[in-house]
């Protein structure tokens, strides 16, 4: 069974940094693309980042470029968000999404729970 | 980017009812289109892609259809169960982008 089990989430301050894991579990985590998604409170869906198995392609969202990292550790089965300069608008709760298994299948098939982050002094 | 357009953001309907959400996108992403429901309290969950196939275990009275720019999902017989927020996205171009959602409750 496919489980993704997010963390780290939590009360930052403007300006601060924070480090998102998500564990990952039940299929082969490094031949799958991974993914951050987000959902502001009560408002919809906004894809942050993507990486490839290997860490070969790595994309960002407009919103995140520059400020957010997105990185995975094959051994750990875990994917990693680095968050810095954090801004009231990245208040939201983070999913990890798995992306389909084919190279065309940019959608998301799986997803965890989400881990909460609030930007606020 | 590819903007999407969602219709209607919300909707009551009847149990038993055929439902139809629609998702219009500004650019032909042929049919890279996936549809998402999201229970109140929980996670998206995937139910089409490629415009019209069924994830996995999902109940076959919910269809999708379209492509080009315009999406439909159908949701016959309506259950209690479908309450829910529904997303597309599409993912034919970087970035990946959704619709602003559809929340359906029950009349």
């Known amino acids: 069974e496919v489980q993704l089990v997010e963390s780290g989430g939590g009360l930052v301050q403007p300006g601060r940094s924070l480090k998102l894991s998500c564990l990952a579990s039940?299929?082969?985590?490094?031949?799958?693309?991974m993914n951050w998604i987000r959902q502001a409170p009560g408002k919809g869906l906004e894809w942050v980042a993507s990486?490839?198995?290997?860490?070969?392609?790595?994309y960002y969202a407009d919103t995140v470029k520059g400020r957010f990292t997105i990185s995975r550790d094959n051994a750990k089965n875990t994917l990693y968000l680095q968050m810095t300069s954090l801004r009231s608008e990245d208040t939201a709760l983070y999913y990890c999404a798995r992306r389909g298994q084919l190279a065309s299948d940019w959608y998301f098939d799986f997803w965890g729970p989400g881990t909460m982050v609030t930007v606020s002094s | 980017d590819i903007q999407m357009t969602q219709s209607p953001a919300s909707l009551s309907a009847s149990l038993g009812e055929t439902v139809t959400i629609e998702c219009r996108t500004s650019?032909?992403?042929?049919?890279?289109l996936a549809w998402y429901q999201q229970k109140p309290g929980n996670s998206p969950q995937l139910l089409i892609s490629d415009a019209s196939s069924l994830a996995d275990g999902v109940p076959s009275r919910f269809s999708g259809s379209g492509s080009d720019t315009h999406f439909s999902l159908k949701i016959n017989s309506l259950q209690s169960e479908d309450v829910a927020s529904y997303f597309c996205q599409q993912y034919n171009n970087y970035p990946w982008t959704f619709g602003g959602g559809t929340k359906l409750d029950l009349k």
């Open positions: 990486i490839s198995g290997s860490s070969s392609y790595i």
């Open positions: 039940g299929f082969t985590f490094s031949y799958s693309g």
């Open positions: 650019e032909d992403i042929f049919t890279y």
